[in-house]
């Protein structure tokens, strides 16, 4: 683990999960129940994965409640099914993602 090195989490929505796996990933996590906390367990699953790449699968209302919990109304370029989600010391940033 590389204490200082973000963590890549590469969220799909569970609607749309098709193609995401990638070569390289450390672990797959989700989808979580209804209550779950998912900002918690993004963090948690951050942490223990400093500096390897993730994939999460979240309902499609928790992806939307990611964006929203980073100020963003929505994804840009219209990849609001599947985004990348860096978390490192200095915050988390998200950007469009597509499976290869």
Known sequence: MALH????L???SSRDVSGAEEPGLAATYGPWQGDADVIAELQAIADQHR?????VTLAPDALA????HLGRPSASDGAGDRLRLDVG????AV???AAA
């Not at 090195?5 to 890549?8: F, G, L, P, R, Y």
């Not at 409640?65 to 929203?68: E, F, K, S």
Request: net charge negative; glycine share 14%.
């Open 5 to 8: 090195c973000a963590a890549t």
């Open 10 to 12: 590469l969220l799909v």
């Open 95 to 97: 950007t469009p993602w």
């Open 65 to 68: 409640g990611v964006l929203a």
């Open 51 to 55: 500096g390897e790449r993730v994939l």
């Open 89 to 92: 010391d200095d915050g988390w």
